[in-house]
């Protein structure tokens, strides 16, 4: 049996939004039954107008001291716990700023050594679409309505996913989060995502199915079933992401990412050790120790 999440751990420690500390988050995870799990604390911002809010008086020169701070105590914590649990470090991508957010992923990705990437997009064109539902209705009215914004969202994610060629595809509708119930994409953006996942399939990432937006009443996992049921007959690989944000959200939820997955017609998941790199492990011998 394992029980693995390889997006979330953020901790309050280091990121402005988040709660308590990193090992409270740690420990939390070998309380609730993890034998495998990830930390991808969010990419660092460069620029004043790319931080988020809360992080003003953080500034970028504190997020960038954070972040280095994060990969020293995540490598502190991997050998503490070690025999307790296996701890994957990473870190969420972001594609900011806008002109140089490869080489700028690109220079933090070598800079640590990290086990594996979340490719994330929380953004486009500077504007965050997970910020709230005014500001995503904002973006859409912008460019021109729902139609556009997804073309647009799934046209980014897929130069994110050829560009950075993650190890995990984070939440892959992220910019769906504050449409009603029972949302469906429509034709043309369903057809943006193909390629999106094309990408991923190329690129041989597995796709972050992410429990927050039903931990937080924003509706089912990412990716939705639609965009889950393609993925699986296209062959793209799964893992499993619990978003957690402290300590109170390790694992909550992440049933409902296992039960999307074996809904969507998956045998396996994929999870990452340090020994034996990704795996396509049973989806039957996947649950808490
Ligand atoms: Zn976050
Ligand atoms: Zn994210």
């Known amino acids: 049996m394992s029980w693995f999440s390889f997006h979330g751990g953020h901790s309050g420690e280091f990121c402005a ?26 990419a660092p911002r460069f620029r004043d107008v790319d931080l ?9 020169e ?21 025999g ?8 969420e991508t972001e594609m900011l700023p ?12 070598r800079a ?12 486009i064109d500077g504007r965050w679409v997970d910020y709230s539902a005014a500001a995503t209705e904002g973006l859409k009215a912008d460019l021109g309505g729902a139609e556009a914004l997804h073309l647009a ?9 050829e560009t950075l060629q993650p190890d995990v595809v984070g939440h892959i509708d992220l910019v769906r989060k504050f449409e009603p119930a029972g949302f469906r994409f429509g034709p043309r953006a369903l057809a943006a995502a193909e390629r999106l996942l094309e ?21 089912p996992p990412y990716p939705l079933p639609d965009l889950l049921a393609m993925a699986r007959r296209m062959g793209v690989g799964v893992t499993l992401g619990d978003d957690s944000h402290g300590p109170e959200t390790v694992g909550i939820g992440l049933e409902l990412s296992l039960a999307a997955i074996a809904a969507a017609g998956y045998r396996t998941i994929r999870r990452l050790d340090r020994r034996n790199g990704w795996r396509d492990v049973p989806i039957e011998t996947v649950s808490p120790r």
């Not at 504190?62 to 070690?82: D, K, M, T």
């Not at 046209?155 to 994110?160: G, I, L, N, P």
């Not at 990408?199 to 429990?211: F, H, K, P, Q, S």
């Open 17 to 42: 939004h988040a709660k308590g500390t990193l090992d409270a988050v740690v420990r939390t995870a070998v309380e609730r039954g993890f034998t495998h799990y990830g930390l991808s604390e969010h």
């Open 52 to 60: 988020y809010p809360g992080e003003e008086a953080l500034g970028t």
């Open 62 to 82: 504190g997020l960038a001291s954070a972040f280095r701070a994060y990969v020293a105590e995540a490598l502190r914590l991997r050998e503490l716990h070690a």
């Open 84 to 91: 307790s649990i296996e701890l994957l470090i990473g870190f």
């Open 98 to 109: 806008p002109e140089r957010w490869a080489d700028a992923m690109d220079a933090l990705r």
């Open 112 to 123: 640590h050594p990290f086990d594996y990437v979340v490719g994330s997009v929380h953004d």
């Open 153 to 161: 969202w799934f046209a980014r994610m897929t130069t994110m996913v």
């Open 199 to 219: 990408a991923v399939a190329a690129t041989g990432g597995a796709l972050d199915v992410n429990c927050a937006p039903a931990r937080n009443g924003y509706g």
